[in-house]
């Protein structure tokens, strides 16, 4: 019906506005995360940080879209100090603290572009 109209944003408040965007960006962080839970195979996706601070309307949102898109076989879990945890999370990733599947997809990685390359010598 928006489409239809000359001044699609007529009648619309800022608010619905914010909502909406404040959804559309929630839903696609959730997507994420199930497809990154799907290729870990983790069943439990915790989040983390200051986005989900007092943002009920997110923590539903995700809450719903990994429901959703896991046929209920996901969870997301929200942590008490999510501000503390991203924080904590973002100095062990500049640390360079291994992770402990990096180094089974670093070997994938480099017997698949060892055998691309004998392939094409």
């Known amino acids: ?15 619905d506005l914010a909502r909406a965007l404040l959804l559309m960006i929630t839903n696609n962080i ?7 839970a799907q290729l870990h195979k983790t069943k ?5 940080g200051n986005f989900l601070r007092h943002n009920v309307i997110s923590q539903q949102r995700l809450a719903f879209a990994i429901d959703f898109w896991s ?3 996901n969870e997301a879990l929200f942590l008490e100090h999510e501000g503390y945890f991203g924080a904590l999370g973002a100095f062990l990733l500049s640390q360079g603290i291994p992770h402990p599947t990096a180094k089974k997809a670093r070997t994938r990685r480099s017997m698949h572009s060892h055998h691309s390359r004998s392939k094409t010598q």
């Open 71 to 73: 046929g209920g076989k």
């Open 30 to 36: 959730g997507q994420v995360a199930y497809l990154n």
């Open 44 to 48: 439990r996706i915790y989040f983390v």
């Open 1 to 15: 019906k928006l489409v239809a109209k000359q001044n699609p944003a007529e009648g619309l408040e800022q608010e």
